[in-house]
Nanobody, 122 residues
């Protein structure tokens, strides 16, 4: 069971850091991803990080503003969100994939957290 937390209300231009705890054996071997779903929209890919932490991938909409990292010793993945915009408002989900490289493909993520709400005010 993945547990995402760290969401909240922030003003535009502000920052938030989301965390996702994944109490799963061999966490360090799995690719982790973040997705988000805004009201009335489909869920979309945000970022992913492979097991080593060196392979990362970002959606074009967040490149240069968001970073993803992981702490394999503590089974946790992070999403640092800077320069937040109102259009970043969404429920953010973390997910785990068994593929070895980063992927944007939602169907390749087999385990999902419950989501944490990020609201960016203008």
């Amino acid at each position: 069971q993945l547990q995402a937390y760290g969401g909240g209300l922030v003003q535009a231009g502000g920052s938030l850091r989301l965390s996702c705890a994944a109490p799963r054996r061999n966490f360090g071997r799995h690719t982790m991803g973040w997705f988000r779903q805004a009201p009335g929209k489909e869920r979309e890919f945000v970022a992913a990080i492979a097991s080593s932490g060196e392979d990362t991938k970002f959606a074009d909409s967040v490149k240069g503003r968001f970073t993803i990292s992981r702490d394999n010793a503590n089974n946790t993945v992070y999403l640092q969100m800077n320069s937040l915009k109102p259009e970043d408002t969404a429920v953010y989900f973390c997910a785990l994939s068994f593929v070895s490289k980063t992927t944007m493909r939602e169907e390749l993520y087999k385990f999902w957290g419950q989501g944490t709400l990020v609201t960016v005010s203008s």
